[in-house]
């Protein structure tokens, strides 16, 4: 399941929460009283984390097991959970996170991937039955990735850029012998968008600016192997492969060609007609079919929430869901025989948990309880959408989390929230690091600056080149809005972010230095000179249209310095913190280590907190407590008790 993050994404959003809590609470819990005398307990750290983060719905053959990964041992491995019971088997014990792909489709093997200590370098790996495990795709330098299994599950297909960093070639795998056969040189910078289930045909994208990408069909039948551009358009559009019909006589592909917003069309592939298949007032974010075909899942970013469907391709209307506790539905899986349905059900106070149901009945099971058992949910803060009006009249919009601790007669302090990017979107849902922060008093206000995805193209684009300006003022604007509102404490305003969001909280100190009190810098990118000249070499195949979004170095590299925060740090004058990963291939340590040093030669308060076993979001639990214990004691000594003499 994907959809339009920008360029997908240089710095890429937080995907993985950075959450933890104060080191000075020593007590599991600590009640204090509102306004309105209504008890709300904060939670210390260790409470937190006691919170467990899962992914994955694959079922086995049988459909007696769902194959996930879970993080409650503290680093993200394996696991088989039972059907029937919830209980659950440990399949993987590595130092790195393994990540689950699917069963084999006729017996109990995994498919699963890893990297090392977070360099972003994943394998494929299989674990055979008796539990032994070999890498598919060795080599140090490697990159591989799963792109599917064939109807018949004799074979399945992964991507690799074994032959050229640069190029992501397809090779297909034997099941049984791991023989592995290559299918297409990749010399042409196209990316595999879908495999047909007869393993015919092979649906390749290419982005040619950062509006504009073309969508192929290579027949694998042709000796010749050329493929087929299935896109032909002369106003720039979208067009992105998404998945095959699982008869492989029809591809379904999204364009925002034909609107404001993407929407998926089907394209024959005997006689070469298109057609609209689904389309909605926002972004159709994903289309794919159980086995056979009877049930059709898509999902819809609605105003930063993900609505899903399924709908019964037999009748053509939406199944009906048995009653379920609040929340949106993510990776719904069918079972082989599709008697059985696995999703997940997240909501501002509640991280994912697993359900499964037998289609047709009347109740759900839940097959996991992933919030800690001493955390009372009640104590936890739904958000509300936001918009405001910025300094040229956009509206911008945001989700804006409010302490229950927080009245006109209680001001709190506040954070304005940057996500990742460029052209990431802060969206609904659980995350345990913005919900630690807030239950300990902190009002967050996640703006979607423009550029942000989610809100149609005109405005996914509004940011090209200009970035750090027109977006900082965004931000700038979504702290005066927070200043507007009689709960917050209009004096006490902070900004942190990740990634893309770290390089804006840097610039919104050095730009506009009176602004924010303070600032943390997720590991954000500080000088755009030396990260557009050092990207990864598996990017190649976006660099043009990354070029697009943020400039060619080779004739923008005045604005890159301009722009870049790390070049005019002595301006930065307000307590900074910054967290980065030792490991990290897209936002380099030294970005982040260079930036310390300056700040530090300005005599402000600098606090550093590297990792050396992690990469661009981390992934070990106590990694992500460090840091969270990092950032409320920060917020603590330099926001909410202010630093020095303020203007």
């Known amino acids: 399941m994907k959809k339009t993050l920008k360029l997908a994404c240089i710095t890429c959003a937080v995907s993985i929460a950075l959450t933890g809590c104060s080191q000075s609470n020593n007590s599991a819990s600590t009640p204090v009283v509102t306004e309105q005398t209504q008890q709300v307990k904060t939670y210390n750290a260790k409470t937190f984390f006691d919170t467990t983060s899962i992914m994955g719905s694959s079922f086995s053959p049988s459909g007696d097991k769902i194959l996930v990964s879970s993080d409650e041992s503290g680093i993200y491995s394996l696991y088989e959970v039972g059907v029937k019971t919830g209980s659950k088997k440990r399949l993987t014990n590595f130092e790195d996170s393994t990540y689950p792909v699917r069963y084999f489709p006729n017996d109990e093997r995994v498919l699963f991937t890893k990297d090392s200590g977070g360099n972003e370098r994943f394998h494929v790996y299989v674990r055979e039955a008796d539990g032994t495990i070999e890498d598919l795709t060795p080599g140090d330098e490697t990159r591989a990735s799963f792109a599917g299994f064939t109807q018949d599950g004799s074979q399945f297909f992964i991507t690799s850029n074994q032959r050229d960093a640069k190029f992501m070639d397809l090779y297909r795998v034997d099941s049984q012998t791991y023989q592995v056969t290559p299918v297409y040189q990749n010399t042409l910078g196209l990316d595999v968008g879908a495999i047909s289930p007869d393993g015919r045909y092979i649906a390749l994208s290419k982005n040619n600016t950062n509006k504009d990408s073309d969508t192929f069909i290579l027949d694998t039948y042709k000796k010749t192997l050329k493929p087929q551009l299935i896109s032909k358009h002369d106003i720039p559009a979208q067009y992105t492969p998404d998945t095959f019909s699982v008869d492989s006589k029809y591809l379904y592909y999204s364009t ?286 976006f660099k043009k249209a990354l070029y697009d979004e943020m400039g060619d170095p080779a004739t923008d590299g005045e604005r890159h310095r301009a722009i870049s925060p790390l070049f005019h740090a002595d301006n930065i004058t307000k307590p900074l913190m910054v967290i980065q990963g030792a490991n990290d291939p897209r936002v380099l340590q030294v970005e982040s280590d260079e930036l310390v040093a300056a700040v530090k030669a300005n005599g402000i308060p600098v606090e550093y907190v590297l990792f050396d076993d992690e990469g661009h979001g981390f992934t070990k639990k106590e990694n992500r407590i460090s840091a969270s214990n990092a950032y409320l004691k920060f917020l603590d000594t330099y926001l909410k008790e202010l630093f020095g003499p303020q203007n």
């Open 256 to 541: 925002d060609a034909k609107g404001e917003f993407s929407q998926v069309w089907r394209y024959e592939l005997a006689t070469g007609e298109h057609s609209a298949a689904l389309k909605d007032d926002w972004d159709v974010s994903f289309i794919y079919f159980s086995k056979s075909g009877r049930y059709q899942v898509s999902g819809v970013n609605a105003d930063a929430s993900t609505k899903v469907t399924v709908k019964d391709t037999n009748t053509g209307k939406e199944i009906a869901m048995p009653e379920l506790p609040a929340g949106n539905l993510r990776s719904v899986n069918f079972s082989s025989d599709e008697k059985s349905m696995a999703f997940y059900l997240n909501s501002d106070t509640s991280p994912s948990n697993l359900f499964v149901w037998q289609v047709g009945s009347t109740e759900a099971k839940q097959l996991t309880n992933t919030l800690s058992k001493e955390i009372d949910q009640n104590d936890l803060v739904e958000s509300t959408i936001v918009r405001f009006k910025s300094f040229d009249g956009l509206e911008i919009p945001g989700v804006l989390y409010k302490p229950k601790q927080a009245n006109s007669r209680n001001k709190v302090p506040a954070l304005v929230w940057v996500h990742g990017g460029p052209g990431g979107q802060s969206r609904t849902g659980y995350s345990a690091m913005q919900q630690h922060l807030v239950n300990h008093g902190y009002a967050i206000f996640a703006v979607n600056n423009r550029g942000s995805s989610g809100y149609g193209k005109t405005f996914f684009h509004l940011d090209d080149k200009k970035h750090g300006t027109d977006d900082l003022q965004d931000i700038v604007y979504g702290k005066k809005h927070l200043q507007s509102l009689d709960w917050v404490d209009a004096d006490k305003i902070g900004i942190m972010g990740g990634s893309y969001g770290g390089f804006m909280t840097a610039a919104a100190l050095a730009f506009e230095p009176e602004e924010f009190k303070v600032g943390i810098n997720i590991f954000g990118v500080t000088n755009w000179v030396r990260t557009l000249n050092s990207i990864p070499p598996w990017w190649e195949s």
